[in-house]
């Protein structure tokens, strides 16, 4: 019982914390816009979306927070070209971290996921490494936050899972967040506005329903 009061106390200061994220900014830049942000990028013309697939295909690799990227996405490109952009660009990074992981810095790697990753996480992937069972593990966990997003590509890329299997699974499981985060993004310019509290409100049942996947798969430690 205090572990799931432990699971809710995290998920509900998760969410006051994106709340008060959206307010605060809107508090701060009242005259802010889409529009305005739109026409500043209007320098980079046609190159502001490679850009910003640039800076995802990166910059996770260094432990840069996802949601500060996929967020203001939504906000600045709206929810059909954020989705487009952030996928691809989360397609490009999860494959050359695995792939880094796997073939160039593989001891590099492993010490540095043997500093940030429990040995039980190890293991648990490990063990739920052939089959399918390995797709559904992944599955789980992408979309679930029981491991961040970036530990999990280094992860992978030392498990025995294929690449293909990798990238399927991390593709279709990271695609739930990303358009909760995105929609949320978008719909953050009327924080008074029914949309955005429907957004808020798809962005807690993620949450809620990444919980309960974790605990019928027995994932959580």
């Known amino acids: 019982m205090s572990t799931l009061w432990q699971d809710k106390r995290k998920a509900a200061l998760f ?8 307010l605060l900014a809107v ?16 320098v980079l013309g046609p190159w502001a979306g ?4 640039l800076l995802f295909a990166i910059l996770p690799g260094f432990l840069f927070p996802t949601v500060f990227l996929v967020v203001p996405a939504g906000a600045i490109f709206g929810f059909v070209l954020g989705s487009i952009y952030t996928m691809i660009g989360a397609t490009i990074n999860m494959a050359w971290m695995y792939l880094l992981a796997r073939y ?17 996480w190890q293991a648990k992937i490990q063990a739920n490494s052939a089959g399918r069972k390995a797709f559904y593990t ?8 029981l491991i961040p997003y970036q530990f999990l590509n280094y992860a992978y890329g030392l498990s025995p899972v294929n690449f293909e299997t990798y990238m399927l699974a991390s593709i279709i499981g ?19 506005s029914a949309e955005f509290w429907i957004a808020m409100s798809l ?7 990444s919980k309960l996947l ?8």
């Open 50 to 53: 490679p850009l910003y697939i």
């Open 15 to 22: 969410l006051a914390m994106i709340l008060a994220g959206i």
């Open 174 to 192: 990271v695609a739930p967040g990303v358009l909760v985060y995105l929609n949320l993004g978008d719909k953050a310019w009327d924080p008074s």
């Open 27 to 42: 508090f701060l830049f009242p005259h802010l816009s889409r529009d305005r942000l739109q026409e500043k990028l209007a």
């Open 138 to 145: 992944l599955l789980v966990l992408r979309v679930t936050p």
């Open 214 to 221: 974790s605990r019928i798969f027995k994932l959580e430690k």
């Open 203 to 209: 962005f807690a049942v993620l949450i809620l329903a």
């Open 104 to 120: 160039l810095f593989r001891e590099q790697v492993n010490k540095f996921i043997s500093h940030r990753l429990s040995p039980g």
